[in-house]
């Protein structure tokens, strides 16, 4: 039985500009299951794609034969002015960047090796803002005819903006370990003070950020991200606090910095520590004295920002290492959160799977009536090392695979299939299996790893026994007669088959 696919808008469209082909290649991989990805070698091959499609997000490499990344972005900017620009480069000399990053317009400098999530997170970011300039040329269009009725609208969508990113937005089950967070973030969320958010990558801390802001009194001013990770000390200084012509070879005009973006509103660096101790000392005195200078500037500047960071790493053990500052941590940390793991929340899965369903839904324009209960069963036993992106991408790729209404096990991948058929369901082989399948005597292990092989394979070939039985060397009777030992008879399992 065929889903029916469901009229969307289309994916937002990334050109990769980039004349290494196996660079070109990998970020394409990486990039393919969000964005529709289009490549091109050269200046010139691009600017054809450009002629001929929309697109939101231009990834450029720097050094190029012919024509550099900035010179193309330059010209760019004056054709296409409403594609976000992205520079990427493998070499940690960027004063060609930094001189042509305000002529070309560029919105991202992204260094090489690149990591993944980074790079997602640069492209949605980039896609995001592509989005909204485009609503804000529409709105700006109807603020002139109807005044009213727009006011109306946007008071409309920030209450659903707050409501979207706000604590309902914090997707959990009663009893699970965020629950706690939420309750910390309820109290704290009112006043100005300091947040560090720790937790390892992919736990949804840009989601508690925003919780955050929402509930703050700051809610109706801007809240402004940026990746301390993904840039070097000279360009996050720039981001950050901005410049003045003829502060640098390529400045010609003033830049206002993310602090003045944010100010009055929140301030979210993430990965702060992957700052150098140098870059520090900068940051701490605008925490402490609530002015910076802008490169090149001999005045202050004051603002008013409430700042939220966040990082993966344990900064009470760099602190004691040397590696980052004692006086800068405890400015941060006035109220320490710590987002906890998807594998400490296992109770939160099937709601999350369910929410992120429907983003994916919306993403792919395709339809599904939801998942199977076997299917929520491996989610909910596997460990999810990625936290929640790791999830999310999983589901995108149940989605794609998928050809029935509901999203069966079988379209998850063999790991997670794998942590399915180690236990919690109703064998009597449920549990961890380095604590009941590698211990006690031979034949209890042995038939630990045989009902765990049995498990995973009905689950992938969606409890068809003729198929698992010819999989397994087995005759169905011999077959029949191990799944009743083991307590897997399947006989009432969707999909079961002789």
Known sequence: MNTPFKPAARLPAVLVVDDEVRSQEALRRTLDEEFEVFTASSAEEAGTILEREVIQVLLCDQRMPGESGVAFLKRVREQWPD???IIISGYTDSEDIIAGINDAGIYQYLLKPWQPDHLLMAIRNAAELHRLQAENQRLSLELRTAGPVLKKRVEMKYERVKREFGLDGLTRAPGSPLNPVCELIAQVAPFDLSVLISGESGTGKEMIARALHYQSSRADKAFVIENCGALPDQLLEAELFGYKRGAFT?????????????????????EIGETSPAFQVKLLRVLQEGEFRPLGSTRPVTVDVRVIAATN??????VREGRFREDLYYRLAIVPLHVPPLRERPMDIPLLAERLLEASRNAL????????QEALNCMAAYRWPGNVRELQNAILRMLALSSEPRLGAHLLAPRVLQAGADGRDESPY??????V??????????????????KETLIRLRWNKTRAANELGLSRVGLRAKLA???????DKAGDAE
Request: proline share 0%; no cysteine; aromatic share 8%.
């Open 430 to 435: 449920d549990g961890d299996l380095e604590a």
């Open 313 to 318: 790493r344990d900064l009470e053990t760099e």
């Open 365 to 372: 324009g395709k339809d599904s009536e939801g998942f199977t």
């Open 83 to 85: 594609v976000v620009r």
């Open 250 to 270: 390529g400045a010609y005009e003033d830049r206002i910095g993310l602090f003045q973006q944010a100010d009055g509103g929140t301030l979210f660096l993430d």
């Open 437 to 454: 399948g590698f211990s006690g005597t031979l034949q209890e292990r042995v038939d630990a790893l045989e009902a765990r092989v049995l």
């Open 485 to 491: 030992r083991f307590g897997l008879d399947g006989g």
